[in-house]
């Protein structure tokens, strides 16, 4: 009977890779998941910017559109509602309203604000996530400042 003398390095690194057969797969499925997670938070983020970027937009637009010293409020709303339509689910565009006010230095505005939802899964989420104002000068102010003003 032969006496087999202590382990080599090649023989010890042999019965350490045995233990270890599968291993790769694992941790790819843990890297991947993780970094699957990470991808879809990030898209999420920006799906939520662009809506309420979106939405700032409109009701901006909205604001000047309602401002103009031949319209009124309300045509504000309606044009924030279709610009809101037009770039994103008719869905976000259901609470819109406007109203004129005067700022404290007396400057009078129309006001454009839009409630609409935070998209949480693509464009789905709770109701009441963005409120977003769009102002504008009003133009009345204009118009009549400059026929009460003698020539």
Known sequence: MAVRGPLSDRDRQGSEEGSEDGSA????V??????????????QIAIALYVRNTLIA??????????????????GVARTAALISSALNPSFATDISAQRTTTP???RVVVVTVVAPL??????????????????????QVSAASSSSPP
Request: glycine share 14%; no cysteine.
């Open 105 to 107: 230095d007396g400057v």
């Open 25 to 28: 797969i694992a941790e790819f």
């Open 119 to 140: 998209p949480l899964v693509g464009p789905i989420g709770p109701g009441d996530g963005f409120t977003v104002q769009g102002r504008a000068f009003s133009e009345e």
């Open 58 to 75: 409109s009701a901006s637009e909205g604001a000047r559109f309602g401002a103009r010293a031949d319209a009124a409020p309300g045509d």
């Open 30 to 43: 843990m890297v991947a998941a993780l970094l699957l997670f990470v991808v879809l938070a990030v898209l």
